[in-house]
């Protein structure tokens, strides 16, 4: 990456694209509904069961024009998805402007380990142990989906859940590699804890992207 690059990404008209595509959203509230995909690369969290590792260096990645990706995404979908990697990692401020512009509502997935940027209409809050999310994003999160892996997360999704608003929807969400040992101790979970909703991987299981 040369210095003018480096200018270019750091104002946000660049940005390293990992992928970008049209299916089906496959976890949370917006289960199902057709949206736009646009993941970013870049992440430091280094969650050791992420499922997309390859996302983590943006060097991997090339740049792309913030204004273009929002120009093709826009023509597929007026629902759009940020994701990662950590898509905060980056500014999002030109893209989404360019993307409300053309008439989209944005959806964000976000560990919330970065400082907020952009115009976000719906943000997926997805804490992870290994990098915390910054304290001004608990109050505007609008669903809080823990990834459990372990006994251990259940604690910790309760005590994440405790900083949310009481209207930010509570999800639990299995590692996939571990979904059937962990899934029967999500539901008995739920069952004592009626707040929570399971969340589950259903584009895995309709082997789309």
Request: hydrophobic share 35%; aromatic share 10%.
């Amino acid at each position: 990456m040369n210095k003018e690059q480096d200018i270019l990404l750091k104002e946000g008209k660049m940005l390293p694209v990992m992928e970008h595509f049209y299916t089906l959203q496959g976890e949370g509230a917006h289960t199902g509904k057709a949206a736009y995909f646009i993941r970013l690369g870049g992440c430091d969290v280094g969650c050791h069961w992420c499922d997309v590792k390859e996302s983590w260096d943006p060097k991997l990645h090339p740049l792309m024009d913030a204004v273009e990706i929002a120009e093709t995404a826009a023509k597929h979908c007026k629902t759009i998805v940020l994701t990662g990697g950590e898509p905060l990692t980056w500014n999002l401020e030109i893209l989404t402007s360019k993307l409300k512009e053309l008439g989209c509502t944005i959806h964000i997935e976000t560990s919330g380990a970065y400082p907020m940027s952009g115009q976000l209409d719906w943000i997926t809050l997805s804490p992870k142990k290994t990098g915390l999310p910054k304290e001004e994003i608990y109050q505007k999160a609008h669903e809080l989906k823990v990834i459990v892996f372990n006994h251990h997360d259940f604690t910790f999704a309760q005590e994440q859940a405790a900083k949310v608003s009481e209207n930010c929807k509570l999800y639990l969400q299995s590692e996939w590699s571990k979904r059937d040992d962990i899934y029967p101790k999500i539901t008995d979970f739920i069952l004592e804890h009626p707040e929570w909703q399971a969340s589950v991987q259903t584009h895995k299981y309709l082997n789309i992207p």
